[in-house]
Structure formats: C-alpha cells, structure tokens
C-alpha cells in the first residue's frame, strides 16, 4: 500500500502564491504518474497538471499553464505544486495522485486531498 499526504494548502488573495507538498511512503516500486487533481464546487475533478516519470514529460491544464508548476521531489518520493498568480476560480479541493505500474498492472494512489482558498 501506498499513503500519500499533501501539505501546504490554505487561503491566499488573488495573484498570491502557494505552494502544495505530496510525500508518499509504503510499497513505492515503480512510479509511472506522479500528478495534482483538483474538484470545485459543484463541478468534476480535473487534471492539474502531471508527470511521466519515465519520459520527464509534463503535462498542465490550460487554465494554469505558465502559473503553476510541477516538480517530482526525489527525497520525499512525492511531487510539489508551485503555484502563482492564483485566481478565484483556482479554489478547489487539490489532490495529490501516484500511479505505478508494476508487471505490467497498474496501481492507483490518492492522497486525502487539501483545500485551497484564493479570495480577498
């Protein structure tokens, strides 16, 4: 099994700056996805943005494409969110996500999710 915990959410103003943390620990083998997912309000959970590991590929949603940034942190086996110039329509529930492949199946890994807040 695999835990993931996320840090570092909270309430910021608009054009403000955070930072979300993803440590993961357990039966780490193969990581194929390492990745942020966020769910507002009333609406689906969305990609935030991603890495293929095996690639060094990264991928964003448009809507936070030359904001936000994704970063793989080896120590911690996890993933970082750096995030800037936030908007109101940011706020979301984010979740840290974790995908191995291992023999050739895949196994999925959430963590429990932090809120984010951008308002004045």
């Known amino acids: 099994q695999v835990q993931l915990v996320e840090s570092g959410g909270g309430l910021v103003q608009p054009g403000g700056s955070l930072r979300l943390s993803c440590a993961a620990s357990g039966r780490l083998v193969r990581i194929a996805v390492l990745g942020w997912y966020r769910q507002a309000p009333g609406k689906e959970r969305e990609l935030v943005a991603r890495?293929?590991?095996?690639?060094?590929?990264?991928n964003y949603a448009d809507s936070v494409k030359g904001r936000f940034t994704i970063s793989r942190e080896v120590v911690k086996n996890g993933v970082s969110l750096q995030m800037n110039n936030l908007k109101p329509e940011d706020t979301a529930v984010y979740s840290c996500?974790?995908?191995?492949?291992?023999?050739?199946?895949?196994?999925?890994?959430w963590g429990q999710g932090i809120q984010v807040t951008v308002s004045s």
């Open positions: 996500y974790l995908r191995q492949v291992i023999a050739g199946d895949s196994y999925e890994s």
């Open positions: 890495i293929l590991v095996p690639a060094r590929e990264t």
